[in-house]
């Protein structure tokens, strides 16, 4: 029922809502996946137009650089706990953009155009399958429950003896590395990219499939994004054009933000909690320290 | 060393870093009260700056001229769309902040309701007044400008510096020597206390947006007015930029959101009359962001305190 394209982009967004929930899911509110992205995005398609690697090739490093990077850029700053890492990885985001922006390689801020296609719909499966299973099978195993003790409560996690600053970055690493392996299979599917498309609009999409799909277990932000995806598609559709005129672009804008709002307002736990038993108790989006009022 | 013209660096410094600070203090205003950051501040800022828009030429630019055509002195406008803005903000936290505060994890699911709130804001405003850049007509302010040694800044930009100053005194004196101000000042400290002793704590809320958003309408309209720009997603780069001016000065200090505002301002115009290039000057503000994040949670002039979520 859906084009192409948009079955792909489908499996990108799932992708890059895999590795928001990896964070998530260890209690942190990163919102440096579009940043991971990008990195993998442009060293990928550098590497491809200038340097002539194989795809395979292209792929493992837009993979490892991000990595390496979120080492670099998550020993200082994870120490940060809740919206004060969100504003460090927020402003990652902003320095890349500026660095590609200048940077002769990249393109300023045109960016890269004519790609070479490389991406196939057998790469998508074949990483969105390799992603599913790693994050289904974190549940239940001792990083799972490392990742999960972390974001119940950080510092009791840590006094039951659990290298909380190691565990975290595992996470982060592990989230740029799906982040990169998004960014360098889209870049070579859509063919073009720019700098603005890893800004905050890109990290707000992102966070927003994990919140709307439900970030309490990894199918959530794969739902969230397979539904936002397909969202504004169902609105051109036959059916709802006669109803309403979605020809404009502020209506998918409109719809997209009361679709946060209810879900954030009315389902804490996301969409798939209507399908799970899981809405007894809301699972705090992230680790926050209790409470502790000066008296 | 390149040729400097200093007087024009200082005056362009002031305008840039007026036009942070007075954005700024409004975003950590609400930090200060309600530890929330409020994504949505800046989509009040370029509602405001529309607001005015409207009432000075009379038209709005999706619908049509409003009835009766009534064009109002831009002086009115700007009291009427900061009253507008500050009753959005009082919308906005009804929608996005008031439901979720009793809720464990109130801090994210703010944040994130209020990036919901700023997507339906832009929504509307790029269905009301187009997704294009608008402008106010010519005449709305006197053309010209002041000029200073060898400098010169049109009267436009001269109105953001003034207008910050005197809102910024206005706020200050507010907060430090009225009742009302104490009343938020002690909300912001310990809420349960506060309303042992008799405040009021939901209305304080209330009131502490309909500042913040009122002061935030205030800096789009001066802004939008003085680089002659308004479009739905003018708020988004000085949303990033603030964000660094209160984490430098230190979040939910208003001092320091206006020490932070100048700071920056004024570095980004040094870095580009030393460089000789305006290449790396956005990308400052957010170098310093992540340095003092890491070095000086605190910020500047902020409280000591662990900074935690």
Redesign the interface.
Known sequence: MFGESVRQLMAINALLALSIYLTLACGQLSLANAAFMGIGAYLGAVLTLNAGWPFWAVIVAAVIVPMLVAVLVGLPSLRLRGVFLAIATLGLGEVLRVVIVNLRATGGAEGISSIPVKTHDWHLALALAVALYLTWRLRGSRMGYAFEAIREDETVARTMGINTTRYKLIAFVLSAALAGLAGVLKAHLFRAITPGDYGFVQAVDILTFAVVGGSASFLGPALGAVLLTALPELLRSNVLRDVVNFEAGWQTLFLNGVILLLVILFLPNGLVSLFTRQWRRPTPLASEPATVEAT | MPDINWSQQLLNGLFAGSAYALFAVGYTLIFGVLDI?NLAHQAIYMLGAFCALVLVTGNVAGLGPLPGGMQLPFWLATLLAMLVAGLLGILLDR??FA??RK???T???G???S??????F???A??LFL?QRSQFPAGTIRPGAVTLGQGALSYSRVLVIVAALVLVVLLTVLLRFTKLGKAIRAVAE?P?AARLLGINVEAIYSFSFFLSSALGGAAGIFYGLAVSRLDPTMG?SV??KG??VI?LGGMGSVPGAVLGGYLLGLTEVLSVALTNTS??R??I???L??LI??LR?SGLLGARRV???
């Open positions: 950051l929608l996005a439901p979720l809720r464990p994890d801090h994210f699911s944040m994130i309701s990036i919901a709130v700023a997507l339906i832009e929504a509307l790029t269905w997704p310990n349960k988004r949303e990033l964000l660094a984490i290449n790396y956005d990308a503000a957010f170098v962001l992540f994040l890491v949670p900074r935690e979520a």
